[in-house]
């Protein structure tokens, strides 16, 4: 990691870009693919499974006796492993439930907030060489406790033809009504247009690759919703002498081994803690399995020692990390102060990983500086609010001639009448 | 309005079908207009403001004393209006906010949610011949409560450079910290990029024609979130014999005058209602100023008389209407079990008016069946949610081996480093 000492405020922009993509290209594939599902449906699904995922599938619907075969393949050790975290995400999560919200806000006029959920959602899950079943349990656990009533999952097959045991069996654990084997760019223009087998749903949701970013973003062309715009997943570690270099090291290569695009930062008060990070990270790299992806993610990624806490919060707060471990003598300063962060790690017990599988939060989180502007997933993201309000004889005739001054000024006179002619029927 | 009876559910997806539009040509020139923005800042909104809006401007800042003088020139009775529809918003909205919730998911493990609110946000109103100050007050009111540091309001300079008088009384009176003399793409194209005079956001409210709407979906792909994708307006009433069907009329009318391609549809379980209210549309028609637009809405729309509720709530939901007015004998059922909706008015005393202005509810509600999804403008519209931990040693020891597992077994053997590192120091 190439060290930068106190950057000028006006290097920062530069200093914290993300490594950026091109999406020219992918766009032309992605909307032919899209136009070829909406006309052929199952037929093209079919089509483009065999072209990228190398298999013929004339079922793409997973049968119950797949999903019980998978269930006898875990390890009794894993399956408890997957309880524990269900358990703490089903906690945290339906501590998040809200209540309605009702108010007078004038004698007769009484106004409310509901959230129902949202009926139908498709889940994206990445194939490759990684089962990501825990993110089954990120995205389908608060679709349960928010009693969404159609829950797809689709997920690509392997060349035998199959899904993962991992994701099989923590998807029919979390209450997912549906598991499609098609992945990539199909997956998603499936769930926009829906297929004989595949439902069109209202809001997809999950990871994938550039291909399955720029996906959903044209899915919400066609008025389907996803969880959030995505990139490359990061890291901002905040830390001073009082941390432990080698659990900072740990963190940083724990995002790195996502791929070789995942941007690290580590932010010091200390010139001889960035060093000494780098010693730990060098050390540790040696023996990781995934170790050219870390390696290159590494060679990407900063070390900026900034010499006042002040400054190191508004840098932090400019970049809006979406994962933010803090481990410094002031942790309150910056869990007190921080105004972007998708999810905020304390202390030197607390890794990243913790919560990327089993404390209870999300992890599905806004990158690329979208923690600005955007939550990461959590209940309500499964919901929708609505208003309700109901008006008496009393109410309307005390907002009512209010509402009549507002329309005319505004030139909306049928709105105005609207009111008129029910406050003429109360004289 | 013509009137249909009992209709094939085979049919329902035709009838329900809203008006299309075709965006081809528009992102041509909404990526060019983007461009130059990006390129050459306020000169090019100076030229666009030229072509566009007719008139040249070398500031576009609205100055302090353009404001005072708007104050002046507004009436005393606007004003105690405009103060009434506020204090509702204020209140409900207020209303809406959430404690932080605070879990402590296994013993050791401590998570929490927060919402912090977005910082800077941008606010579109148009020009052209109502000025819309009542969405001022439905988007800043809210921004203000959730205490976003920078609230910009843009809005199209008439003929002769100027904002009208009632928007920018209201933006000062609830908080708009800039105000900005510019419209159509070129204002979203500068909050999105931002120019010497108008900031970049990271958010960007409120409504707008097709042109608008484009380049708020184009903001999306620079990273800038928005409110929601936007449609036409569109009524939906649902009404028994037991509903006046002058009131009826009146609400149905004041939802046609916003403009030809607004959609109203009265759903009914009574043919002679259905007749009963054309027969009162027709007669209130006809002292309507925006009597053209209204007729051609009007010409558009829809009576569909269903022969039990179970079915036209069926029927309601697959629309997932943007404001849904429900008159009959068994509001309770509708309101209980409707799961797609903008807002609800409830009963005879409740007009669609009331919610558009002065009620206390907001009016930025999802259009296009995006209530199937998309929740309406809130308090949370303006905030972000995010999360926090902070693990205990003895926390670590309770979770760390299952993270270790489920690491393991999705091949990420840095995330699983980052736990083992720790629980050994803690042996």
Request: net charge negative; charged share 25%; proline share 4%.
């Amino acid at each position: 990691m190439k060290i930068y000492i106190n950057p000028d405020k006006s290097e920062w922009s530069e200093l914290l870009k993300r490594p950026s993509e091109t999406v020219g290209d992918i766009e032309t594939i992605v909307n032919a693919i899209f136009n070829a599902i909406k006309t052929s449906g199952d037929k093209a699904v079919a089509d483009y499974t065999s072209k990228f995922d190398k298999v013929e599938l004339t079922t793409f619907l997973v049968a119950e006796d797949e999903i019980n075969d998978a269930s006898n393949k875990i390890s009794k050790e894993l399956k408890e492993a997957i309880n524990l975290a269900k358990s703490n995400i089903e906690k945290f999560h339906s501590a998040q439930k809200t209540d309605r919200v009702f108010l007078e806000t004038i004698e007769g006029v009484e106004c409310w907030q509901e959230k129902r959920p949202i009926q139908k959602i498709g889940l994206y899950i990445p194939g490759g060489t990684a089962p990501l079943f825990s993110t089954v349990l990120m995205l389908a656990v608060p679709a349960q406790i928010a009693d969404c009533d159609e829950i797809v999952l689709c997920s690509p097959p392997n060349k035998d033809g199959k899904i993962a045991d991992e994701i099989l069996y923590t998807a029919q654990l979390c209450g997912v009504t549906k598991i499609i084997k098609v992945g990539g760019i199909q997956a998603i223009a499936g769930l926009t247009f829906g297929t004989e087998t595949i439902p069109k749903v209202y809001k997809i949701f999950g990871p994938g690759n550039q291909y399955v970013t720029v996906a959903k973003q044209l899915a919400t062309k066609y008025g389907v919703a996803i969880d959030m715009p995505a990139g490359p997943s990061e890291l901002l570690v905040m830390a001073d002498e009082s941390a432990n270099s080698a659990y900072v090291a740990s963190d940083l290569l724990s995002q790195a081994e996502h791929g070789s695009d995942s941007q690290v930062i580590l932010v010091t008060s200390s010139m001889k803690f960035a060093e000494q990070v780098n010693q730990e990270v060098k050390s540790q790299l040696k023996d990781l399995p995934r170790k050219e992806m870390a390696t290159n993610a590494i060679n990407n990624s900063k070390s900026i020692v900034v010499d006042n806490f002040e400054t190191a919060l508004e840098l932090i707060d400019e970049y809006g990390p979406e994962h933010f471990i803090v481990c410094t003598n002031y942790n309150n300063f910056f869990v007190d102060n921080i105004g972007n962060a998708g999810s905020v790690f304390i202390g030197d017990y607390t890794p990243e990983s913790a919560g990327d599988y089993a404390s209870g939060t999300n992890h599905t989180l806004p990158t690329n500086g979208f923690s600005k502007a955007y939550s990461g997933v959590n209940l309500d993201s499964f919901l929708k609010s609505m208003t309700f309000q109901k008006i008496s004889r009393k109410g309307i005739k005390n907002i009512g001639p209010a509402i009549e001054l507002m329309a005319e000024a505004e030139g909306l006179q049928a709105h105005k009448n609207a009111i008129t002619k029910r406050l003429n029927d109360l004289k």
